[in-house]
Structure formats: structure tokens, C-alpha cells
T-cell receptor, first 112, second 115 residues
């Protein structure tokens, strides 16, 4: 069965700082990878997704993620965060007709 | 096009009661998945339906059940409610996740409180 680990549970950054959130998954086969964001009081929104091709994926709002197959990782990055990026971020994996499995989430707080 | 619609948005029930939650997927989407979100456990997969058939099931007790109708709308039912069932229940729709061609779109959820 697939599983997803997000190592950082809480991250606090100042505006303009760079962000990298870790995500590792365990599954030996082909996977589809996602990052979702949940702003306070709002529903989950898709930030970006990787299915195949270029391992560097660009998403909305300046976010990007890199799929490193050898490390089973799909880390989320943003060069300069804004206060409005304060939210909870979820990494998720979907593999071979199986369900979407989420990591535990990372709460990001950006101080103005 | 309309997004994923979940009803009701909020629900308060007492222990022992049962509850039915509804999810209408995006038009044309045939797959519906249900998740339970709690502060302690995060997002946990309940079940997934595709073309009226349950395709995957998570590790929840039999009190949790679901179904999908021919128009792709889905319902989930929880019987004999327990305090621990208090959570945000999320529904996600997809064209067909098995193709790997598209992600999942989530609804706003139903906030269930069991007292």
C-alpha cells in the first residue's frame, strides 16, 4: 500500500523567505503526485500535479515541485512567500487505480 | 461549470443517531471519493465510487457506508454515531482517477458534530 510522509508539521516564515516543504512517498510503481492547499476556512485546492514528463512542475501562485524518483520525493517550493500563503499544505499520491493518499499536512504561517 | 457540491454544510447529531451526507460531483465526472478530516488524524480515505461501484475502501468500520447513483451523485451514511465521528467530511470528484490524467476536485465539505 502507498503512504505519504510530510516531515514538517509546522513551519513559520517571514514574508519574502523561501519555502521548501518535504514530501516522501512509499510505493514501488508508477505514481501520480499532488500538492493541495487548504486556506483557513476554505476547501482543498489543487496547487500542482505531476503525472509524467518534466519532473519540475510549476503550479499556481508561484509554487513549484520537483519529483525525484530515486528519492521517492516530491518537495514543494516557493522562492518568496507572502502572508497570503498562510495555509495548510497537503502532499498526496495516487497509484495505479488506487485511492488518493494524503500526507499529514504542513501548517505554514507567514509572518508579515 | 459548477464545482463539487456537498450538502449539508453543517450538521449536529447526537450519539447513536445516523446521518446521510450528499455529494454532487462536477458534471461529467464519474468518480467520487470520500475523506474524513480531523485535526488529529488528518485526511483519511473512506471510500471511492466509480460508475456506481465501490472501487476502493479505507480502514473504517462498517458503520460507514456509501453509494453512488447513476447520475454519479454519491451519498455516505454513518450509523450509530460516536463522538469520534465529529469531523469534516470531504468529497472529491474526478473524471476517472485510474487514467492518471486528471486530479481530484474537492467540495467544501460537511462539518459533522456529534454531541
Amino acid at each position: 500500500a502507498q503512504s505519504v510522509s510530510q516531515h514538517n508539521h509546522h513551519v513559520i516564515l517571514s514574508e519574502a523567505a523561501s519555502l521548501e516543504l518535504g514530501c516522501n512517498y512509499s510505493y514501488g510503481g508508477t505514481v501520480n503526485l499532488f500538492w493541495y492547499v487548504q486556506y483557513p476556512g476554505q476547501h482543498l485546492q489543487l496547487l500542482l500535479k505531476y503525472f509524467s514528463g518534466d519532473p519540475l512542475v510549476k503550479g499556481i501562485k508561484g509554487f513549484e515541485a520537483e519529483f525525484i524518483k530515486s528519492k521517492f520525493s516530491f518537495n514543494l517550493r516557493k522562492p518568496s512567500v507572502q502572508w497570503s500563503d498562510t495555509a495548510e499544505y497537503f502532499c498526496a499520491v495516487n497509484a495505479e487505480l488506487s485511492m488518493l493518499t494524503f500526507g499529514g499536512g504542513t501548517r505554514l504561517m507567514v509572518k508579515p | 461549470k459548477a464545482g463539487v457540491t456537498q450538502t449539508p454544510r453543517y450538521l449536529i447529531k447526537t450519539r447513536g443517531q445516523q446521518v446521510t451526507l450528499s455529494c454532487s460531483p462536477i458534471s461529467g465526472h464519474r468518480s467520487v471519493s470520500w475523506y474524513q478530516q480531523t485535526p488529529g488524524q488528518g485526511l483519511q480515505f473512506l471510500f471511492e465510487y466509480f460508475s456506481e461501484t465501490q472501487r476502493n475502501k479505507g480502514n473504517f468500520p462498517g458503520r460507514f457506508s456509501g453509494r453512488q447513483f447513476s447520475n454519479s451523485r454519491s451519498e455516505m451514511n454513518v450509523s450509530t454515531l460516536e463522538l469520534g465521528d465529529s469531523a469534516l467530511y470531504l468529497c472529491a470528484s474526478s473524471l476517472d482517477p485510474g487514467t492518471g490524467l486528471i486530479g481530484y476536485t474537492f467540495g467544501s465539505g460537511t462539518r459533522l458534530t456529534v454531541v
